[in-house]
C-alpha cells in the first residue's frame, strides 16, 4: 500500500525508515508491517498482505491512520458508502442463520396471536443501536449471555449480548449488531416493537 510521501517525512523525519510499525484495529486486531521507501514513495510491505485479508478490504475502502505511539497506528475503516466499520463486524461469516420456511412462519403467524411476550418495547432502531434501559432491566440481560434474534416470520440469527458502561450506568448491546441488521434485514431509523420471550431466549422485531 502507497502512503503520502508528506505525511511519512512528517511523522518520522528523526527516524531511519525501513521500520516496523504496529497497527491497531479497534481492541480486536493487531498487526506489524514495514514501512519502506521504493523508488515511487513509502510504502506498508512485510506484513500488509495479512491486514489486507483480515480486514477484507475492497476498492472504495477509506483507511485513516492515526499515530498513537513513535512506531504504532490506529487504524479506522471506512466503506464507500461512509459508514464507519466496527472492528467486532469483521469476519463473522460464522454466525448461525435459521431459515425459516413459509410454513413454519405459517404456524408462527397464529401462534403468535395467542403468545404474550415477557417484556416489550417501541423504540428506533439505529446502527448503534443500544437498548433502553428500563427494557433491559425488565428483561433482566445482565443474567443473559446470547439471545436468538428475529424479525416477525423471518430468518433468526443468534448473537452474543455485550455490556457497556459501568456501575449504574450499564447499557446492552447485540455484538456485531451491523451485520446481524443486515442478515435479518432490519431498517436503520425506523421504529420497531422489540417483543422478548424469555423462556426462549429470544428477541422479535415487527413493526408498531
Known sequence: MNL????????FKDNMLPHPVVIHFGDVYQWTVLIQWY????????????????????IGDFLMFEKVAEFEFKLDLFLEDGMRVDPEEIGNENDEVIEVS???????DS??????????????????????????????????KSLRIQVENGNSIIKKL??????????????????????IRL??????????????GKLVFSYP
Request: hydrophobic fraction near 30%; proline fraction near 4%; aromatic fraction near 16%.
Open 39 to 58: 523508488i515511487f514513495g513509502y510504502y506498508f510491505t512485510d506484513g500488509w498482505s495479512t491486514v489486507f485479508k483480515d480486514l477484507k478490504l475492497r
Open 162 to 183: 455485550r455490556v457497556e458502561g459501568s456501575g449504574s450506568k450499564w447499557r446492552y448491546a447485540i455484538k456485531e449488531w451491523k451485520s446481524c441488521m443486515k442478515k
Open 4 to 11: 503520502p510521501d508528506d505525511y511519512i517525512e512528517h511523522h
Open 111 to 144: 401462534e403468535s396471536e395467542n403468545v404474550v411476550p415477557d417484556h416489550e418495547v417501541i423504540t428506533k432502531v439505529t446502527r448503534d443501536f443500544r437498548f433502553p434501559i428500563p427494557f433491559a432491566k425488565d428483561c433482566e440481560f445482565e443474567n443473559v
Open 187 to 200: 431498517k436503520n431509523g425506523r421504529r420497531y416493537r422489540i417483543m422478548y420471550f424469555q423462556r426462549e
Open 102 to 108: 413459509s410454513d413454519v412462519s405459517e404456524d408462527s
